[in-house]
Nanobody, 121 residues
Framework: VQLQASGGGLVQAGGSLRLSCAAS????????MGWYRQAPGEQRELVAD???????HVADSVKGRFTISRDNAKNTVYLQMNKLKPEDTGVYYC????????????????WGQGTLVTVSS
């Protein structure tokens, strides 16, 4: 299973970006998909996640500005980021909880390679 994240870049404060993460490979079913970020010198933190039924959770620090959504048919999760702030700067990683085969007894978590978001003041 591979996760390919894209959409990062340099943006001014107040601007918007949309991140995408597409999963491919052996996928029987995907449960939760989410976005994490890691700022320089900081630990990785959860930004937002979504169940397969699109029950979403968004961190307090981005609530009202970021929206997570997913397209189950495309095995893709999105993160719409509006009103960006310099403190949103970091590497954004997507993750997915995947059942690779129908006979698997447990799922595994897979990570994308990360996409850099830089917000200038």
């Amino acid at each position: 299973v591979q996760l390919q994240a894209s959409g990062g870049g340099l943006v001014q404060a107040g601007g918007s970006l949309r991140l995408s993460c597409a999963a491919s490979g052996s996928i029987f079913s995907m449960n939760a998909m989410g976005w994490y970020r890691q700022a320089p010198g900081e630990q990785r933190e959860l930004v937002a996640d979504s169940t397969r039924d699109q029950i979403t959770h968004v961190a307090d620090s981005v609530k009202g500005r970021f929206t997570i959504s997913r397209d189950n048919a495309k095995n893709t999760v999105y993160l719409q980021m509006n009103k960006l702030k310099p403190e949103d700067t970091g590497v954004y990683y997507c993750a997915a909880d995947v059942w690779a085969h129908s006979e698997d007894t447990t799922s595994n978590t897979y990570w994308g390679q990360g996409t850099l978001v830089t917000v200038s003041s």
